[in-house]
């Protein structure tokens, strides 16, 4: 199997303004305030791990910081400047792995990866072979996706954190229909990242088997993130 090689420019976080950082951040869904007062901070080499009960908001808050979604207040900030202000850099510089693995159902496992690739802003030198091989997918490549277990779906999706070139990986429950080696790939696949340098932000009830990971927990219902 091939190497994946990846590393990213190091920053010192006592100079550099954190990768992504949030203030006072407030959302509102049919006139009821989901959270608020949430404030946080993500530095190359994090990775950070939302965690709360079901409806707390932990998919709306990935959504945020994507920006797919807008805040009643607050702010979101890239390397210290609004994301409206640098909004292409941003979006260029992350991967989101949405709850769902968004695979197209009448397309094959490498149809669909060629379709998540082109649809990116820039990928490495790995092949759509070689991704989708190294998440266990070899021999599966050329069936339509319909014909794939609810895992393989979520492998494929997966697939494109090995080729992606973005610094910030957004993953809501990435772990969901992934048997214990997947767990223990995906795992390896968060580390090598954030060892190179780039950052995770989760939401996951999975226990990580990882270096340092910080913990934010949405209580819901208005109450801010606390760790």
């Known amino acids: 199997m091939p190497d994946i090689q990846k590393s990213f420019a190091r920053e010192d976080p006592l100079s550099q303004p954190p990768l992504v950082s949030v203030e006072n951040l407030a959302f509102e869904r049919d006139d009821t305030c989901l959270f608020e007062n949430i404030d946080l901070t993500v530095n190359a080499g ?9 409806g707390s908001g932990k998919t709306t808050l990935l959504r945020l910081l ?6 009643r207040s607050g702010f979101i900030r890239y390397r210290g400047q609004s994301v409206t202000a640098c909004r292409h850099e941003y979006l260029s510089d992350l991967l989101y792995v949405g709850h769902q693995p968004a695979v197209k159902l009448t397309l094959t496992a490498e149809e669909n990866l060629r379709w998540m690739v082109a649809a990116s802003a820039g990928s490495n030198n790995l092949s759509i072979q070689e991704a989708l091989q190294l998440v266990g997918l070899s021999g599966y490549t050329d069936l339509p996706c319909y014909a794939l277990s609810a895992g393989q779906h979520r492998r494929v999706a997966l697939a494109r954190l090995l080729m992606s070139q973005a610094k910030l990986w957004y993953l809501d429950e990435p772990f969901t229909a992934i048997d214990k080696q997947g767990v223990a790939f995906l795992e390896s696949c968060l580390q090598r990242h954030v060892d190179a340098g780039g950052a995770v932000v989760l939401s996951t009830h999975q ?9 934010y927990k949405l209580e819901g219902q208005g109450r801010g993130l606390r760790s």
């Open 46 to 54: 994090d990775i950070l791990q939302i965690e709360g009960p079901n």
């Open 66 to 71: 994507t920006t797919a979604l807008e805040p």
């Open 207 to 215: 226990d990580l088997a990882l270096g340092a990971v910080r913990k």
